[in-house]
Each structure stands twice: as C-alpha cells, then as structure tokens.
C-alpha cells in the first residue's frame, strides 16, 4: 500500500467552495476507514470527517457539519470532500488518511496511512 494522494485545494473568498479528492492505493481488505483530517498553522490536526468503506454515515466535527460533504467511490478508491459556504477558520493544509484496523472504528486520529496535504486558504 502506498501514500494517499490528495489534490483540488487552492484559494477561495469566503462563502465559496471547493472539492478536495484523495486517491488511495487498492487496499487488502475489503473494509477500511478513510478520513479527512486538517492542521492550521499553531494549531492541532483536527478531525474533519471519517468514513467507512462499506458503508454508514460519516462522521464530521461540529464546525463542518451542514457545510462539507464527505463521500467514498468504491470502484476509484477515491475519497472526496465538498466543501461549501467556506469560512477564514477553515483555512489549513488538509490530509487525507487511511487505516485498515475498521474494529478500532473510524473516529480517531491515529491512522497509519497519510498523504502530503493539500493547502486551502479562505480569504474574507
């Protein structure tokens, strides 16, 4: 298994939107948590959503909710996060991740995979 993949970050005025993609490398097991996850400058990596291959709803932090979309394509191993009604404080390098160990469930922080980051940066 290989790194995730992220791109489609980039700069927004507030209230836009933007689509963050990950691609993940096909994995062994048939279910698997994939998680988008962001870190702002000072400030600790934060949960954004997480998902779980087969199936069920994501989960989002309180600040997201109603705002971004997290969805999974099987078929691509690609994760995607629809951003809307972007804010300043959403502003941070966004990771996507990936963990095999589904029986932790798929709410934390601690995924073994990561990939590189992809900036976004919402200006008021």
């Known amino acids: 298994q290989v790194q995730p993949v992220e791109s489609g970050g980039g700069s927004v005025q507030a209230g836009g939107s933007l689509r963050l993609s990950c691609v993940a490398s096909?994995?062994?097991?048939?279910?698997?948590?994939m998680g988008w996850f962001r870190q702002a400058p000072g400030e600790e990596r934060e949960g954004v959503a997480t998902?779980?291959?087969?199936?069920?709803?994501?989960d989002y932090a309180d600040s997201v909710k109603g705002r971004f979309v997290a969805s999974l394509d099987n078929a691509k191993n690609t994760l995607y996060l629809q951003m809307t009604n972007l804010k300043p404080e959403d502003t941070a390098v966004y990771y996507c991740?990936?963990?095999?160990?589904?029986?932790?469930?798929?709410?934390?922080?601690?995924?073994?995979?990561w990939g590189q980051g992809t900036q976004v940066t919402v200006s008021s």
């Open positions: 991740a990936t963990d095999s160990r589904v029986y932790l469930g798929c709410h934390r922080h601690d995924y073994t995979r």
């Open positions: 998902i779980r291959s087969d199936g069920g709803t994501p």
């Open positions: 096909r994995f062994t097991y048939s279910r698997y948590c």
